[in-house]
């Protein structure tokens, strides 16, 4: 031997302690893998390198040389995987020289496009003869003895490491999932006891906001409207214009009537005249004065529904058109609503709340108001009343009509719309959510 063997030697099992320490030192079984595949070149030259983890044929690849990570779904990787696992279950715990020849038939097409002539399988055996993996090398040219010694000795610091790295990441695991398993307790607990915690029952309903105590306009005669003097939401005094009716044939009906009213106090005037001569003419006058009465009554009355044909504002408010917006040519009947006044200070909340979200309701429960217009701006009411018979309400639904009284000074505008929150009484949290679903499955159980 001479001094350059010697030289030679000196500096592969200096670079081989080197290397060594670096697998000591890696934190994870990626830097691990990356630390094999890659710097075993000092001690030993090859083409391509491969770490395999797993045992018996079951496992992934943790690491290809000249890559940072493996890429999970190409060919080669996908390829190297099934012949890893192949040497796994074939050789086992035993280093093998590898060639096309020694490798199942399947395997063997793809073996020229992905790895040269002669590879070299070592398992990596843990201490106590338990299997984690192996190491696949690559190269030409055929693999020597020594080599083979040498790798063997690298193989075995590299599944010293790799164990060390599992059995720390199994406790990390298994604090982890103790952790989590107390984690979870503590939050089923605390779950568990905030469904106890008691929370006011709601429940969401159409609202509008309706007069308070209005004044409803109804049509004082039969007949036909001949114009509407004011317009939907305007605001009028009292002594107003509101409607006109067509008041034609009253007119004619005047004209009738003022003129039998003439005749028949004509009439009356001749008899009293000749009452004093004409004992029959006498006794005609009660009867003609009866009639002079009756065509007297039926003047004013004409009269009346003639002055009534122009209906005025009774008092100060709003004109509400409920669905019409053109009343003009509409026949009407005597006592039909026209419009609504409503004093735009006095409202109140009409709510309708459906069959399926009754709850116990009382006096005086709070309700919310949110507008469509300004939803951003909610008005507190309290519950005034509720009916205690379901009827259709305006969308349709079966509900109960309720209304509301406002608290404090704002007042929204009449008309307006949106959605009203109920609050009921306190209950469990868990009544307020699982209240719907165990009405909805309720009847399937027959309970």
Request: proline share 6%; hydrophobic share 45%; charged share 25%.
């Amino acid at each position: 031997m001479t001094l350059q063997d010697n030289a030679a030697g000196a500096r592969g099992l200096a670079n081989l302690l080197l290397l060594q320490d670096r697998i000591r030192d890696a934190d994870s079984r990626a830097a691990l893998g990356a630390i094999v595949v890659n710097d075993s070149r000092i001690i030993v030259p090859y083409d391509i390198a491969v770490c395999w983890q797993g045992e018996r044929g079951r496992g992934d690849i943790l690491a290809v040389s000249n890559l940072p990570e493996p890429e999970r779904q190409s060919a080669f990787t996908l390829w190297s995987k099934k012949l890893c696992a192949y040497l796994s279950r074939a050789r086992h715990a035993m280093p093998a020289r590898i060639t096309v020849e020694d490798i199942d038939k399947s395997l063997q097409v793809d073996w020229p496009h992905y790895l040269p002539a002669h590879s070299l399988w070592l398992p990596l055996m843990a201490p106590g003869g338990h299997e984690l993996g192996g190491m696949l090398l690559s190269r030409p040219k055929p693999w020597q003895d020594e080599e083979l010694r040498v790798l063997e000795r690298l193989a075995k610091s590299m599944a010293f490491s790799l164990e060390f790295l599992m059995r720390r990441r199994r406790k990390r695991n298994l604090f982890r999932s103790r952790k989590r398993f107390l984690l979870a307790g503590v939050a089923i607990a605390a779950i568990a006891a905030a469904m106890f915690i008691k929370v006011p029952l709601t429940v969401l309903v159409p609202a509008e906001v309706v007069p308070l105590n209005p004044y409803i306009v109804r049509a004082p005669l039969r007949g036909v409207v001949e114009t509407m003097d004011v317009d939907a939401n305007q605001m009028v005094t009292a002594g107003d214009s509101l409607v006109h009716m067509d008041a034609t044939q009253l007119k004619t009906d005047l004209a009738v009537a003022r003129q039998e009213y003439e005749i028949a106090i004509a009439e009356y005037r001749r008899s009293q005249q000749a009452a004093s001569s004409d004992r029959e003419s006498s006794s005609q006058m009660q009867v003609l004065l009866s009639r002079v009465h009756q065509k007297n009554a039926e003047l004013e009355y004409i009269t009346g529904q003639l002055e009534r044909a122009d209906i005025k504002a009774p008092r100060d408010g709003i004109v509400i058109l409920p669905g019409r917006t053109e009343m003009a040519g509409l026949p009407v009947s005597q006592g039909e609503r026209l419009m609504v006044l409503a004093d735009p200070k006095s409202v109140e909340m009409e709510l309708w709340l459906p069959v399926k979200d009754r709850i116990p309701l009382h006096d005086a429960n709070r309700v919310v108001l949110f507008l469509n217009v300004e939803p951003d701006h909610p008005y507190e009411a309290t519950m005034r009343l509720i009916d205690f018979q379901a009827k259709n309400s305006p969308a349709g639904v079966l509900s109960f009509r309720a209304r509301s009284g406002f608290v404090g000074k704002e007042r929204p505008r009449v008309g307006l719309r949106g959605v009203a929150k109920i609050y009921g009484d306190d209950v469990p949290l868990y009544v307020m959510l699982f209240r719907r679903p165990w009405s909805a499955i309720r009847p399937w159980l027959e309970l």
